[in-house]
């Protein structure tokens, strides 16, 4: 079982920038794919970013390029997700995702992923 808690979420302004964080309860997550998904209103969870399981490779949702950034600290206990140039496309609840069997044909699925946190919502608004 692993829990994932995000955090870090608010609001910001447009072109603001804002950081995300996905703590694993006391463990490690080397050796998990991680990915960040968000979900807007009565829109699908759509994928964001993910980092494989190596942690070697980071993949990313094609408008967010650029100005997201994945990350984990040392020991994968928590995996970052920095967003830059914030626009009105970008609010969401934003749910990072675990999963050990993931493998990169499935990294943009939210259905690949084994364990998900509850979320942290992002509100982008002057």
């Known amino acids: 079982q692993v829990q994932l808690v995000e955090s870090g979420g608010g609001l910001v302004q447009p072109g603001g920038s804002l950081g995300v964080s996905c703590a694993a309860s006391?463990?490690?997550?080397?050796?998990?794919?991680v990915a960040w998904f968000r979900q807007a209103p009565g829109k699908d969870r759509e994928f964001v970013a993910a980092?494989?399981?190596?942690?070697?490779?980071?993949y990313y949702k094609d408008s967010v390029k650029g100005r997201f950034t994945i990350s984990n600290d040392n020991g994968k206990k928590t995996v970052y997700l920095q967003m830059n140039s914030l626009n009105p496309e970008d609010p969401a609840v934003y749910h990072c995702?675990?999963?050990?069997?993931?493998?990169?044909?499935?990294?943009?699925?939210?259905?690949?992923?084994?364990?998900w946190g509850q979320g942290t919502q992002v509100t982008v608004s002057s």
């Open positions: 980092l494989s399981r190596s942690g070697g490779f980071t």
């Open positions: 006391g463990r490690s997550l080397s050796g998990y794919a």
């Open positions: 995702e675990a999963g050990r069997s993931v493998i990169k044909a499935s990294l943009r699925n939210p259905g690949a992923y084994d364990w």
